[in-house]
Structure formats: C-alpha cells, structure tokens
C-alpha cells in the first residue's frame, strides 16, 4: 500500500494524500472486473496501465496548476489531493454505495495448517508474495534503469538531471503515473484480505504516510521492513489490548522512530 506513496512523495515531494483514495478506488475497480468472472490478481494487473494513464493526467494538471507557479505549493497541493480523494470517495458512494463489497477466488476462504492449530489463511500469503515480488520489482526498477536512478535524482537536484539529458517534468510524469499504476494492484490484495467501503482511505492516510516516513523517504527495502514493523504491532496491540488503540501504534511507532533517527530506519 505504502509503496507507490513512497515514491510520489518520498522521492518526488508530492504531498499526495489522495493515494489512500487511490488505493480504495483500485479496490472497487477489480471488484467490478471480479463481477465478470476474472480472478482478483489478473483484474489488478490489467488495471495497473489504466491507473499509470489516469496518474499521467492527474499530476500533468497538478503541475499546470500549482508545482509550476510554485507559490504555496505545499499548502495549495495539499487542498487539491484532499479534493481528488473527496472526489473518489464520493464517486465511489454514488456508483456502489456505501456498504461492504467483497469478491470471491480460490484462495479466500481457505487456510493451510502450520503445525497444531496455526493456521495461515491462503489469501494473506497470497497478498504477501504478490506485494513482496512488487516491492522488489520496483526497487530493482528504480536502481538499475536510467529512469529509475533519474526518478530517485530528481527531487535533489534538477538542474544536474537536465545536464544529464533527463526533463525533470517528464521524469516527475512518468514515476507519479508509476506510483498510481500500484494502488491498482494493492487495491486489488486489499479487496482480497478483506471487505471494502468507499470510506476505508481514511483508515490508510496516517498508516501509509507512517510507513513512508519510518521507512526513510522514497526506499524501497525500508517500505517493506517499515510495513512488517507496523503491521506485527498493530497485530499484538489489537490482540492483547484492544482494538481502540490499534490506529495509535502508527504515530506512536513514528514519534518513537523519529525521536531516535530523524531520518527514518533507511533514510541516509
């Protein structure tokens, strides 16, 4: 979930809070591609080239409006994100309604017996592996390609990129289009965990920003430790404390993190 915001604004400053919204909307597009009779993960990775074209558009017209002029950007980008994602929600709530959709596959429903009485349900190792082979696609992506060292490059130095022979605009396009083409993919894993509303996005804007932070802005094998790190604790603290305090081990991870090494687990 954390990776595609782990480039937009790790490595690019984007303040992009509507990639939550993003996610959900990736959710209830493989839903109703699951409703034809395709299988969850094929309906997310057919649904990542849509996601890239419409992150095209979406940050051509944020740069037309607002990174361009470069006048209270920070605060200016942030009100439009939030408008995108009030948008989304609300599309969402008027195309589907606001109760619980969910999709049926092989693999949901069914479990595989560790030892004993552990049991691993078949549809969290399936999300695991696919974001766990997504996860390190990209990093590889953005280490060994020209574009993925320009994408990781930009947002330090802009002026070097053009003596390069990169267009700092194009290469800023291309990788929020990237980061968007993910929420494709892991809306789809999050419709396989479980149940989705239009109104979820508002339970993965903190979580995510967390993960992206802790991580160390923009790393790739610091999202995925970060991610686990998370996840583990809210896991512990849901089952021996409650569920009332699960959505606090995000910022309180984060402050305890931040606190020690400001520059996040893998930041430099």
Same mark, same amino acid.
């Given at each position: 979930?954390?990776? %595609? ?27 109703? /591609? ?12 057919? /649904? ?6 419409? +992150? !095209? ?15 209270? /950007? ?24 606001? *109760? ?5 596959? *092989? ?24 974001? /766990? ?5 990209? %990093? !590889? ?15 330090? *130095? ?41 109104? !979820? *996005? ?15 802005? %923009? ?7 970060? +991610? ?41």
């Amino acid at each position: 979930m954390s990776v %595609g915001l782990s480039i937009s604004f790790g490595l690019l400053d984007v303040p992009h809070v509507a990639h939550p919204a993003f996610l959900v909307l990736g959710a209830y597009a493989t839903y109703a /591609l699951v409703g034809y009779g395709m299988d969850p993960l094929v309906a997310g990775a057919l /649904l990542m080239p849509v996601f890239f074209v419409f +992150g !095209l558009a979406v940050y051509q017209f944020y740069y037309l409006t607002f990174e361009r002029r470069g006048t209270d /950007l920070g605060v200016r980008g942030i009100a439009f994100f939030f408008g995108i994602a009030f948008i989304v929600q609300v599309g969402l709530i008027l195309a589907f309604g606001v *109760d619980q959709r969910m999709v049926e596959a *092989d693999y949901i429903g069914t479990s595989i017996e560790v030892f004993g009485d552990v049991r691993i349900p078949q549809r969290m190792i399936v999300a695991f592996g696919v974001a /766990l082979a997504l996860t390190g696609g990209l %990093g !590889l992506y953005l280490s060994k390609t020209f574009t993925g060292r320009a994408i990781k490059a930009v947002a330090q *130095d802009e002026g070097a990129l053009r003596l390069m022979g990169a267009n700092p605009v194009r290469i800023k396009r291309w990788a929020f289009g990237i980061a968007t083409s993910t929420c494709a993919m892991a809306g789809a894993l999050l419709i396989i965990v479980g149940p989705v509303d239009p109104n !979820l *996005d508002r339970l993965y804007i903190g979580r995510t920003f967390c993960v992206v932070v802790l991580a160390g802005m %923009g790393s790739m094998s610091g999202t995925l430790v970060a +991610g686990i790190i998370l996840g583990v604790a809210e896991s512990l603290v849901l089952s021996s404390v409650g569920t009332a305090w699960a959505p606090a081990v995000a910022f309180g991870i984060l402050l305890a993190v931040l606190g020690v090494r400001p520059a996040g687990l893998f930041g430099r």
